[in-house]
């Protein structure tokens, strides 16, 4: 017998980070996003001609910041505030 969200259609399957959130360096560059109030952190991708950024993880710790890193094989991200 399956859980609920099983019966609901939804199974549980773990992605890599960059299936779900796809990267293009082409049109797009790596950036943190830093709040000078909170001190959030948000990594994710800034589209080089409209500006839009696409979130994709909360950095609480660096090592969410290499898990970034690693999964889009990145050596340096630049902090935006």
Do not use: N, W
């Not at 952190?41 to 890193?69: I, P, Y």
């Amino acid at each position: 017998m399956g859980s609920i969200l099983e019966k609901l259609g939804f199974r549980h399957r773990k992605q890599a980070l960059s299936d779900l959130v796809p990267y293009d360096p082409q049109t797009q560059r790596p950036i943190i996003r830093a709040s000078i109030c909170t001190g959030e952190r948000v990594a994710g991708f800034k589209d080089k001609t409209t500006g839009h950024f696409t979130e994709v993880m909360l950095l609480r710790t660096e090592a969410d910041e290499r898990q970034f890193k690693e999964a889009y094989h990145l050596d340096v991200l630049e902090t935006e505030y």
